[in-house]
Each structure stands twice: as C-alpha cells, then as structure tokens.
C-alpha cells in the first residue's frame, strides 16, 4: 500500500501523548433447588433460603447428564462418547489405566481405559489383546478367558473382543465377569476393560459399554488440513491452559474465541451484553440482576441457564482450583473471597432467580464490577464437559468459534459456532500455529495473516511487491513495565535496598536502549493514555549517591556489597542479555558494586515459575490494561491480599487507600486518592518502574477485513473476514 494511501488518525490521550492509527483500507435458591438442567426450572419462593456453595456443587456432581459427552485420551489420540450418567472418578482400579469410569463419584469402577500399548505395524487388535491379557490379567489376576469374537467400531476400524471371570480369591467363591475391547492404529493399542458384575443392572451395563465402546475412534494427531480460502492464520505460544479459571491470558486470543461470560468489553471498551440480554442495578450499586438471552447455548446446542453461570462461577473461585485471577474478577461478590480462602460454604452474594435469571450484589458499590467480569476468569463453562478428564483438549464453550482441532504445541484449529447467541462470525475457519519460527517468516510464507513488528520494516511492508507487504496498524496498549521485587526475602525485605535500587537507573537512558520499541521512561505505574494518569507526576528517580547511602546503611551491606544473593529472572528466548538488560545489571553492578546473576527462562517456564511463587529476589515484569480503570493497577499490584500482588508488598495503610478510593464515587477525589497511593508506592518502592510500554505494529495481510486497534486485549475474530 503506497504511504499516500494510509489515512493517519490522531487521538489525545492525554497532555503530550498522541497516538497514531495507521489504518490500510449465603449462595441462594429456593427451598427445593431446581435440576439445573435445559430444562426449565421451578419458580422461586418469595422468600429464598440459602444453601452452600459446596452442597450446590455436589448436587451438580450428581445430575445425570442427559446427553452423551465425548472423552479425549490424554494425547488426543482417541475419543469415544460416555454414556449418559457415568462419571469419571479418580479411584483407580489399578496404576495401569489412563481413567476410570464409575456410576457415581466415590463409587465402585465400572469401566476403565488403559494405557496405549506400543505395537508394530502387523500387530492386530487381537494379538494386542491377547498379549495385554497374558502380560497383566490372566495370571496377575487370576482370570479365567472366556470367548473371543472381532468387534465392529463406528469408525469401520477392528477390533477384537475378549470375556472372561476373574477369581481374585478362589476360596471365597467371588467370581466377577469382565470384558476388553481394544483397537489397534498407528502403532498403539487401547484397551477398554468393564466389569458388569459392579454395576446396578449388570444387562443395561453391558448394553451401554458395548454402545461406548463402538463409539472410539482414532483422532488426527497431525494438524489437519482446511480451506485456507476464507480462514484466518494466527501465531500463538503453546496455551498454558485452556481452562478460563486458570489462565492469564487475555480475551483477544482463543479464551475469547471460545468461551464468554455474561458481558464482554468491545472494541471501544465498554461493556456491551454477551450471554446476558440485560442487567438491573439497585439505587445504590450494590446488587445486579442478570437475565439471560434466551438463545444462549453451548458450541453443542445446550442451553445455557442459571446454573451454569453458577457453577462456572464458584468452579472458578473455588479453594480447590486454586486459581490466581478469579478474585480479580469475582471478589467484589459478597462472601466470596471468605468461599476462596476456603473459610466459609456459602456464598450470599449470588442468588438464583430462575433458570433465566441471576442476582449478584457485590460488598461495596464499585464502578468497575461488570468490567471486571469481562475477564476469562467469569466466563462460562460447561458444566458436564469439564467433569471429563483432559477435557481442554475439546472445551465446549459458548464462544464465537468451536474446537475443532488441537494438536499440542502444533496448531489449534477453530470454526465458527453455529449455536452462537450473536452474529455466525464470517470466517470459515480460524487456525493458530504454534511456532518457534520467526513470525516474519512464516507471514512471508503465507502461514501467517498478521504478524507484530518494529517499526523500520514499515518501507518494506508498505511496498507492494515485498513479500510483507500488508496493512499496518499502529496500536498503543496501556502498559507499565518494571522489576518486582519480593519484599517478603532478603535482601528486598529492607525498603533501604529496594530504594536504592531504584534510584540507581537513570530511566531516560533505559528507554533509549530499548531497541526502538518506543518506550517511554516510566515514574508512575499509570501509563500514559490511562485515566488518571498525571504527566505532572515525574519526582526523582535517579539519584546515585543517595542510592549509594541508602544501600550502606541497610542491613545487609557486608562492606563492599550485599550479603544476599540476588537473581532476576525474565522471560526470553534464551538469550540471557538484551540491550536493556544490560544496561540494567551494568547500572546495579557497576554503581553500587554488588553481583547480579540473571536467568533467562522460556515464557511457558517463566510463566509457571511465577504462578508457583518460585522466582527468587526480583523478576521482569509489566501491567497491561485489563479495563480503562486505574483500579486495574493500583488494586492488582498493590492490594496485600491481590493474587498479582508478586512482590509480596504489604503495607494496611495503603490497603485501606485502596479500599477508599475503589468506592468513591467521585472521579475527582478517587484521583486525589491514587496520587496518595503514588507517594506511598514511591516511597515504599516495592517495585521498579521502568517504562511505559511503545506502540507495537500490527500487520494484515491486505485481504484480512475488520480489524480495528484497541488500547485493551478483547475478542474481535468474530468481526473480521476474508476478501482476496
């Protein structure tokens, strides 16, 4: 696209910040709780009791599920459908199988799926059968063969049947039936082993198993071929889940693709309906009441009700998840952090209505509760899919795009959700490859549609007859990048040596080392463009020889340096140094004379070492805009009871700050708040700040449609589409 072809768009953000688009063309229910099934519910008594959240989710356990689910091996090899009723449960029969199947949770297992065995190409299923028959049962087991017959699969493949009796002890005259199924593809063997004897009517039992069994089927483990004519392609790192409750990813990728929550943030971030048609609020902001549209359903046709939203909601916040991000999103429930923290059953702060209906009142009225649960972790999940094991492999959410395929650490392929309670997106397919292959080569190759850049390619991508060439957006996310440091271990438990640290980087010079990324030096944690940013707040933050003073005077100068050993960890590629790495350990190093080892970690490795709580002294870290609120900040980093709390900051006069200014509702003095707040964090310096994030450069291919740049990460893939 010829630069006189670019329209530029301009938008002040805040006093000298300009951004430019480049745009190319007590848990309540009535007394007698309703099945929350598709069905629809009682109507409510006038005067609802409460019941615990763990007698609700029991009660879910329980349902009998009305439709088949299809189960996934842990690889994704094979699928086969459970029958109505069964459940997954975590007694094993033995150490041998990958899952075993019982009536009811805790009961006796019915069914069981073992191990792949490896095999060679001539092994049939029937040798496979009788040689896991002679290796593990026959005489470990002490059982009798009976007949042996092929068996017919949906799928056309063979396999091989076997009955028998086990004796486990025959002096006492038990005696117990038994059969194996097993298939033979691809060098493996599956064997499905059931034992009609434990079940309720040992004849249904077998018919049902029979029916399951005929259901397998071997899954492509290779990506799988599609029409690339009308789908998009994307790059993405390997997901460290799919689950919403666990993850912290945003909603602009596959979280947003596939699941969603009662409402979402659009593309100008506000908060628009998504399952929820319309929401009521009381007079004093305390309590919402959701209805739900009625053609919201599950990717597989399910309807969803107020049961669903339920569960995803205390599945997510539950004390067994163990999640980091659900209180980001759910906390402001009434009663249900006390429900996190395990203290407490119930939740009073969510009320069933009716199937169609939810009420929420939240403990203090704050402005940013529904933006808050625009987030993946509020999202809906399906509360019969994620009782099977490995059910991430193929989540039925109620998203814009169904799974049709994952393949781990290769690709993830989507299409378009024929159930979606919104407009069917236009895309025919959506396929995100995972890569360690530069994003500049594979959109060179036409495996990429859009790639992220810097900006002195822009000659080459804006000459048509360059393999890059595309259409180039300029996109501002509002981010703030520093060091945590952990007050809770030496040496960062002595604010003198976390201040020092601070003032001995010159923030200037930091953002000029940054490669061209255009970062501006950061003071505050607000980023420019956010509300409540201040360009008047920029106090010292280089000051050398205070910082020298302040490092002899802690407790842990030995003399010549620190006593403590200090270790930054940062996500990378595997190279340990960047510019501005160096720049920061030369600053530490060389001005106040201590040692600094640093560990480069891959970003899965990186990411999982923080959720563990196990990086050490100090890590690189940033804040993105979840919500244009500065609460998304200063409560998230700051709170001393905030899951994002890294740095193990803890100081109850500025939780009380927190709390003031989150329920104030006048801008003004919620403002004058924060520049308190930034005076504490300032002199606490729990953190390093660094610098506030550049622009990144987006590029589409010139027939990818629909897209707009947004200052927050939120789904979009449903409006774009295909015009070459």
Not at 83 to 112: H, L, M, R
Not at 308 to 328: C, H, K, Q, Y
Not at 432 to 444: A, C, F, G, N, R
Not at 532 to 537: F, K, L, R, V
Request: hydrophobic share 35%.
């Amino acid at each position: 696209m010829p630069i006189d072809r670019l329209r530029i768009f301009k938008k002040a953000l805040a006093p000298g910040c300009v951004i430019a688009l480049l745009c190319g063309c007590s848990l309540v229910f009535p007394p007698a709780m309703p099945t929350l099934s598709a069905t629809p519910a009682p109507s409510p008594t006038s005067t609802p009791t409460p019941i615990s959240a763990k007698a609700f989710l029991q009660s879910v356990a329980a349902e009998a599920v009305n439709y088949p689910l299809r189960y996934y091996s842990p690889e994704g090899a094979i699928s086969l459908e459970i029958p109505p009723g069964w459940v997954f449960n975590q007694k094993k029969d033995s150490g041998e199988e990958v899952d075993a199947i019982s009536e009811t949770y805790g009961g006796d297992v019915i069914a069981a799926i073992y191990h792949p065995e490896p095999s060679s190409k001539e092994t049939t299923a029937q040798q496979a059968t009788v040689s896991f028959l002679k290796a593990d049962w026959i005489t470990a087991r002490q059982m009798e063969t009976g007949g042996q017959m092929e068996f017919a699969f949906d799928s056309g493949d063979p396999g091989w049947r076997a009955d028998g009796t086990l004796v486990p002890d025959p002096g006492n005259g038990i005696r117990e039936d038994c059969i194996f199924i097993a298939s033979t593809l691809r060098n493996l063997t599956y064997v499905l082993a059931a034992y009609p004897s434990r079940a309720k009517d040992p004849a249904s039992f077998r018919t049902d198993f029979e029916k399951m069994a005929r259901t397998l089927r071997w899954e492509e483990t290779n990506p799988m071929e599609f029409d690339k004519s009308d789908a998009l392609q994307l790059s993405s790192a390997e997901p460290d889940t799919l689950d919403p409750a666990l993850t912290d990813a945003e909603t602009d990728g596959v979280m947003g693709d596939i699941y969603s929550g009662l409402v979402v943030m659009d593309r100008s971030l506000k908060v628009q309906p998504a399952l929820a048609e319309r929401w009521d609020v009381t007079p004093d902001g305390k309590t919402y009441t959701f209805h739900l549209k009625k053609n919201a359903q599950f990717q597989n046709g399910r309807p969803v009700n107020a049961g669903d939203v339920i569960f995803s909601w205390l599945r997510a916040a539950g004390p067994e998840l163990n999640s980091d991000t659900a209180l980001l999103s759910l906390g402001d429930i009434a009663g249900m952090k006390e429900y996190h923290e395990g203290k407490t059953d119930n939740v009073p702060g969510i009320r069933w209505i009716d199937a169609g209906t939810i009420q929420v009142t939240i403990l203090d009225p704050v402005s940013t509760f529904l933006e808050k649960i625009t987030s993946p972790a509020a999202s809906v999940v399906d509360r019969y899919d994620v009782r099977l094991p490995h059910w991430e492999l193929h989540p039925n959410g109620t998203g814009p795009f169904r799974m049709v395929q994952r393949v781990p650490e290769r690709s993830i392929l989507l299409e378009p959700n024929s159930n979606y309670y919104d407009s069917i997106p236009k895309l025919k397919y959506l396929m995100y490859w995972i890569s360690s292959s530069p994003q500049e080569t594979l959109y060179k190759n036409n495996r990429l549609d859009q790639m992220q850049t810097a900006g002195a390619l822009l000659p080459q991508i804006l000459d048509p007859h360059d393999p890059l060439f595309g259409n180039v957006f300029i996109q501002q996310r509002l981010c703030t990048n520093f060091i945590t440091l952990n007050n809770s271990i030496p040496p960062f438990d002595d604010p003198l040596v976390r201040k020092a640290f601070e003032l001995a980087i010159n923030r200037p010079i930091y953002a000029e080392v940054t490669a061209g990324l255009g970062d501006l030096p950061g003071y505050g944690i607000l980023p420019p463009g956010m509300p409540g940013y201040s360009a008047e707040w920029k106090p010292a933050m280089f000051d050398l020889e205070t910082a020298k003073q302040l490092l002899h005077q802690s407790r842990y100068f030995n003399g010549s340096g620190l006593s403590a050993d200090i270790q930054l960890i940062l996500p990378t590629d595997g190279l340990e140094y960047s510019p501005t790495m160096e720049y920061l350990i030369d600053s530490w190093e060389n001005n106040l004379g201590i040692k600094i080892s640093v560990e480069g970690l891959p970003a899965e490795t990186y990411r999982a070492r923080v959720k563990a709580g196990d990086y050490g002294p100090a890590m690189m870290d940033s804040q993105c805009a979840n919500f244009p609120d500065p609460e998304n900040f200063y409560d998230f980093l700051f709170s001393g009871d905030s899951a994002e709390n890294h740095s193990h900051y803890r100081n109850e006069q500025m939780d009380s700050l927190l709390e003031t200014a989150r329920t104030e509702p006048d801008w003004n003095k919620r403002i004058a708040y924060y520049r308190t707040a930034d005076q504490m964090i300032y002199a606490d310096a729990p953190i390093i700040i660094l610098s506030y994030s550049g622009p990144e450069y987006i590029i589409w291919k010139p027939f990818v449609m629909g897209f707009l740049p947004t200052f927050a990460g939120v789904p979009q893939h449903q409006f774009l589409w295909i015009n070459r």
